[in-house]
């Protein structure tokens, strides 16, 4: 099993939507939560992080964590075609607590 | 200037060659990553150190060693390439921070291709 896992896509919103990505992890000692933006060829770049149960809003984007379910989201408001990207979800702590573990991403798709 | 550099960005070699990829850092971070990235398998962790005396191996460090030979600076060797090490890799660096704080920042990547 692995230890974060994301739905591949490629998803497709039309601009202006609101794009949903999700991703679940299987260490339930995880203790924060990243969400990275990756444009093709490019590195990773952090969106934001969240490490209590609930959401946190950083402009157009909220990171949602339910820690009983395992389960962190990022909603994307006002899609705009320069958010196509691949998201990555990244998680920290827990049994392996110096380590991050990655997903292998969401491809999002933004169209005009 | 990056706050996290990799050298060489790009590199064709041949199987059995030796190859050093070179990360170094202004960010004054002391913990330092090497991953690769494969498609349709995100990033895995190859090495990570903590310090300059801490070297740690990570999800997949066969057929890889690392050196750090000073706090902003940590190395990936390659000493018999192979053609499954044909990725792209990325060095990254942390802080010790609080928990909520304590994020990656990546370089720019090495890719490399083992013929």
């Known amino acids: 099993q692995k230890e974060v896992e994301q739905n591949s896509g490629p998803l497709s919103v039309p601009e202006g939507a609101i794009a949903s990505l999700n991703c679940t992890y299987s260490d339930r000692g995880s203790q924060s939560f990243f969400w990275y933006r990756q444009y093709s060829g490019k590195s990773p770049e952090l969106i934001m992080f969240i490490y209590s149960n609930g959401d946190k809003e950083d402009g157009r984007f909220t990171a949602q964590l339910n820690k009983a379910s395992q389960y962190v989201s990022l909603l994307i408001r006002d899609s705009q075609p320069s958010d196509s990207a691949t998201y990555l979800c990244a998680v920290k702590g827990g049994n392996n607590f110096n380590k991050f573990y990655f997903g292998s991403g969401t491809k999002l798709n933004v169209k005009p | ?115």
């Open chain 2, 1 to 115: 200037d990056a706050d996290v550099t990799q050298t060489p960005r790009n590199r064709i070699t041949k199987t059995g060659k030796r190859i050093m990829l070179e990360c170094s850092q202004t960010k004054g971070h002391d913990r330092m990553y090497w991953y690769r990235q494969d498609p349709g398998l995100g990033l895995r962790l190859i090495y990570y150190s903590f310090d300059v005396k801490d070297i740690n191996k990570g999800e997949i460090s066969d057929g890889y060693s690392v050196s750090r030979q000073a706090q902003a600076k940590f190395s990936l060797s390659l000493e018999s390439a192979i053609p499954n090490q044909t990725a792209l890799y990325f060095c990254a660096t942390s802080d010790k921070g609080q928990a909520g704080a304590n994020v990656l920042t990546f370089g720019a990547g090495s890719r490399l291709t083992v013929l």
